[in-house]
């Protein structure tokens, strides 16, 4: 009997926990990842810089590269710096926008990426995207998926509160976003990935069931563990639909439509994930996500990010252009501006203000 199989994409190493960063040197040379220590380390002004100075010594053949922003200039830029070096690998040191330019960069070079964030704010640290700002607004590019992922519990206690929650956001608009899979696949023949449906929609279901906060390590090692799911989630499928549906065409409307007032992205996609539950007919399950989102402090309403009601609409309305070619509750339903304001209504209604 044959035994069929596939290989699946991942990291070679996951490691969170308390002080994963003081190992980090002897973790990639126990892995094979770099013998040699010629690591190439990307850092941004702020928290990987704070940094440097702890994990300098353990890391002696390292080369330090600041990055300025998270642009798609500032990645060609990083790549060009490399160029003249010969490194075993880039280690991204920093948030979600350093990142997504060490991921670039190390595709344009063709050298493996070690992820190494100080936050958790999206799941964007493990996926085989990068999402960097550009002359037309913001792009995404296809790019290999980290080699190793490295999260120290420790540092992410320290990051600002902010960007943890709004990890908590994004992991948690997995289910939804799996619900319009499902949707696609009943309407329009889309074919499901399963195994990628499943790690996703498992990852948004631990940290939706989960009883802690963000100030207990066993919370926060599983919303970790969510993000890195979800990232790896994408690279099976093959692209962003284990993660992405109509939360984050939401989000992405938010970031079109009002660009300098636009909430941090896994802000908007849990917002986006308890309207569009509600959108379905999940009456129930829009309720609990909501409530789940603002015990963590999280917002459910519009208003919470600065946002008035008939903004909301306008983005709920204009959502659907800005993923031409993705079915999700929001194309299946079609909504006109006057549907849209009376469903918002009964939304604010059910989930109460």
């Not at 190493?13 to 003081?22: K, Q, T, Y």
């Not at 949707?183 to 996703?200: C, P, Q, R, S, T």
């Not at 066993?218 to 790896?232: R, W, Y």
Request: negative net charge; hydrophobic residues 45%.
């Amino acid at each position: 009997m044959p035994v069929l199989t596939r290989l699946i994409p991942s990291p070679v190493v996951v490691d969170i926990r308390a002080g994963a960063l003081d190992d980090l040197g002897c973790v990639l040379a126990d892995e094979r990842i770099s013998h040699s220590g010629k690591l190439a380390v990307a850092v941004s002004g702020g928290s990987g810089a704070r940094l440097r100075e702890r994990i300098a010594p353990s890391l002696p053949g390292a080369t330090w590269f600041e990055v300025g922003g998270g642009t798609l200039d500032d990645a060609v830029r990083l790549a060009g710096e490399m160029k003249a070096g010969h490194f075993d690998a880039l280690v991204g040191l920093g948030g979600g926008k350093i990142i997504d330019c060490a991921k670039f960069a190390a595709a344009r070079v063709g050298l493996p990426l070690v992820a190494v964030p100080t936050n958790l704010a999206h799941d964007g640290l493990c996926s085989p995207v990068a999402t960097l700002d550009n002359d037309a607004g913001r792009g995404s590019y296809g790019v290999p998926n980290p080699i190793a992922v490295v999260i120290d519990l420790d540092v992410i206690r320290r990051a600002p509160v902010r960007f943890v929650r709004a990890g908590i956001g994004d992991a948690v608009s997995n289910i939804s976003a799996i619900r319009d899979w499902e949707l696609a696949h009943a309407v329009k023949g889309e074919k499901i990935d399963g195994l990628a449906a499943a790690m996703a929609r498992q990852a948004g279901e631990a940290v939706l069931r989960h009883p802690g906060g963000i100030t207990d390590n066993d919370f926060l090692q599983v919303l970790a563990e969510a993000l890195v799911l979800s990232g790896i989630a994408m690279s099976v499928s093959g692209d962003s639909r284990p993660s992405s549906g109509a939360c984050h065409e939401i989000n992405h409307a938010f970031d079109l439509l009002y660009p300098e007032r636009a909430a941090a992205h896994g802000e908007q996609c849990g917002l986006g994930a308890a309207f569009a539950m509600y959108l379905r007919g999940a009456h129930e399950e829009s309720a609990y996500m909501a409530a789940v989102l603002r015990r963590h402090g999280l917002p459910v309403l519009p208003k919470e990010i600065g946002f008035t009601p008939e903004e909301f609409v306008r983005v709920v309305e204009y959502a659907p252009r800005t993923r031409p070619g993705r079915y999700t509750i929001l194309e299946h339903l079609d909504l006109n501006t006057d549907q849209i304001k009376d469903i918002y209504a009964d939304y604010v209604k059910a989930i109460g203000s």
